[in-house]
């Protein structure tokens, strides 16, 4: 061996044309993807994959399911473009639905199926399986379309085997997936075929079998088949499709069952006889509280604030009142006489006005009140100031104003800029004003008190004569007699009760507001916007999911069939779309025959129980929030025929 290596290493060899192709195949590159192997998968007639899977042979059929089945789950291989390959794939599943499941169903077998028998069935399941896979690839979904032997298959499989036994179920399942994937290709004519030799078993495959994923693909082949106008003559209201749907609508966490019982819920309840009979069923008001808890489950929304605070301003609870311009009150005084000119002055300016650009005195007016104060004055307070130097004064106080002489009609001297100052008091209605607001006696309890007080300072008076000193009257001199009936017109028509204490002393309203008299009757008074408020309410964040959008609609065309009648439905036309639940033939619609005796009752009965749903779950429907503003209307509406009772008696 060793020798023929030596020479095999040693020796020349001349090229040739078969050593060419070698140097050439060996520099190209290769595709090392999984379960790829150029041979078996070129698209010719004797590929292996086609022959293995038609020779009958079960360890080839096996070797090929095996990497049929993988690259289908991968999508890495389109099945059309191996010729062959398609029509070996039926082979083994047609064998078990016409002979291979009788071996299996043998009631009372005392020991399990020979391996091979159970070897060859397990390649069934497999084979159909790919096909299923392969439907999912649009190339393929339209090859099995129009492949011969695909009806017949699925259409065998829910007829002859037996839905209850363990061994037919993953095989049932891969058929009803196959139909569920391929049959929005079918014509009309094709489905209606399709649906009558098949409605019965999906029937009981959805209402009796206890596997999850074939209850929901039976629900969803049923949906398609029904959703066929065609075949409008396949509806019952008490089939058992509708109480299977019925039974698993409360498993709301088990969103691809329930999104298969309401789309078939949905399907049923378009037809509008089948609506009508719904509404009678005696399940019709737990399920409508289902679907409207289905919507408040799968809704998401966020809590928003919103701050509603107005703008407010505070007045003193015993009312504000304007009195008088200010006088010197006698600490003022006091305290301004010993001052020297010209501070003494211009404290007094201080004291007396304050700057207002519009505000104007006349110069007379302004000399005398300084006169009136100082004038009368005598040792040992220095004497006052000469009425120029005073004018002149006004504008070291108040730089914006300025005296000057206008030109009227009647020359005026006067000093704009300034006005005098105001007092702003509070009114008590139990205090005593007397002696224009200087008397030193706190408030009192009651009016009564009050009044015996004010009698006090008219008997104290010696004079028969005297003027009326409350507050800011006008009031000349009056006999005593009289001034004792005066003074009852400074008191309030209205006992005004003593405060608690932990009530405030202010009065809160509008910062828009004119009044300044909180202590007017508060009927008449503008109510103040709230302090400090901060409003919280929901708002749903996004839209909401399919399964809500179909419990949805079927509430809605129960809404209508309890609500509205057939003849108020919109119809189809040039202006209107129709609405879900009224299916009707355009051409045909003047020949409708007209409802009468038993069937009128019914329709009565059944819109009766309706409403009565319908009011039965308002309130919790109030809670159900969707972002679209269409679809809340839907629900706004609902929830208004719940309220109004006169929708109960129409």
Partial sequence: MSSYASTSRSNTVAPTAYRNNQ?????????????????????????????????????????????????????????????????????????YILEGHRKFNIEGALFAPPRALEAKRRNAIEAISVLRNAALLDADCQELVNQPHTIPLIVNSLRYL???????????????????????????????????????????????????????????????????????????????????????????????????????????LSQHAMAQFFLLHPDMPSILRIMVNILIHEQVEETKTKDITGDVRVVSSLGLIETRDHDLTEAELQTLLPMPEPQRCFEWMKTMFVAKSDGELTQVDFWNLYKDVFGAQGDPYPGPLGASEVIKNVNAVFHEAQAMVLSDPVQRFIIRGVDRRKDTLAADKLKCQWDRGKCFVPSFGSLGELFEHLLWHVNSIDAPESDCTWSTCPKGTLPRVALRGHVLTHLSSKYTPERHPSQSDTVTISAKATENDPTQSPLKRAPPPPRSTTISYPSPVIDPPMTSLTALLCIRILFRTAFVSTEEAPRVDEDHFGFPGVVEDVQQADERPRMSGEALIQEKEGQKRGRQAFVSVRALMEKVLIRDEALMNWVAEMVDAGISGSMLDS
């Fill in 23 to 95: 140097q050439n195949t060996a520099t190209r590159t290769h595709n090392v993807k999984d379960d790829y192997e150029r041979w078996y998968t070129e698209p010719v007639y004797n590929n292996r994959m086609a022959l293995a899977l038609q020779s009958g042979i079960d360890t080839e059929v096996a070797w090929a399911l095996d990497r049929l089945l993988r690259l289908s789950i991968n999508e890495a291989i389109i099945l059309r473009s191996m010729p062959g390959v398609i029509d070996g794939l039926f082979i083994l599943p047609e064998w």
């Fill in 162 to 268: 037996n839905s209850s036994r363990e061994e037919n179920t993953e095989f049932l399942l891969h058929a009803m997936e196959l139909m569920n994937t391929i049959a929005v290709h079918f014509t009309p004519q094709t489905l209606t075929t399709i649906a009558i030799n098949i409605i019965h078993p999906l029937q009981k495959i959805a209402s009796e079998s206890s596997n999850r994923p074939s209850i929901i693909a039976a629900f969803k082949v049923l949906t398609i088949l029904l959703a066929e106008p065609l075949n409008s003559h396949l509806f019952h209201p008490q089939s058992p499709a509708l109480t299977a749907s019925l039974r698993y609508l409360p498993l709301i966490t088990d969103k691809k069952l329930v999104d298969a019982c309401l789309n078939f819920l949905y399907i049923h």
